[in-house]
């Protein structure tokens, strides 16, 4: 299990994942190498999986999305997932309960490459049927 000295350690990386070790040490009131230390814990623990980018509303805006609903011979449905999941623009996979045990999202620059990306869901070993729908509109609360 992880300390509380490194849940604060988590909290500071969640919200600059990109803050340098002596920004995070200086939050913190300890040494560079006390915070090195308990990042390669985390990491070593799979606590920290990964360092990862996330892209901006101005920048996501200009993609085509879908969602792909699919279905699967029931026995391969993970690996179908995994398979998916190599997919670059296939950004996640949800299993659904219904007619269809599978939805990707797709995002793509075109609708060309969706329509490329479709092609190769479609030939993924297992898959039985696809559904797609485009995202015309995004409305959320404020």
């Given at each position: 299990m992880i300390t509380e000295a490194e849940e604060k350690l988590l909290n500071l990386l969640k919200e600059?994942?990109?803050?340098?070790i002596s920004e995070l040490a200086a939050k913190?009131?300890?040494?560079?190498?006390?915070?090195?230390?308990?990042?390669?814990?985390?990491?070593r623990?799979?606590?920290?999986?990964a360092y990862t980018l996330e892209l901006g509303e101005s920048y996501i805006e200009n993609f085509i999305s879908a969602h792909v609903a699919i279905a699967t011979e029931q026995a391969k449905a993970i690996q179908v997932s995994s398979k998916l999941l190599k997919i670059s623009e296939v950004t996640k996979v949800h299993?659904?309960?219904?007619?269809?045990?599978?939805i990707?999202?797709?995002?793509?620059?075109t609708t060309e490459i969706l329509d490329n990306i479709l092609y190769e869901i479609a030939k993924v070993d297992g898959v039985v049927r696809t559904n797609s729908s485009i995202i015309l509109a995004t409305k959320q609360r404020r």
């Open positions: 600059n994942v990109r803050a340098s913190l009131k300890v040494s560079r190498a006390t915070v090195q230390v308990r990042m390669a814990k985390l990491e623990l799979g606590v920290i999986k299993s659904i309960n219904g007619e269809y045990d599978l990707a999202i797709v995002k793509t620059k």
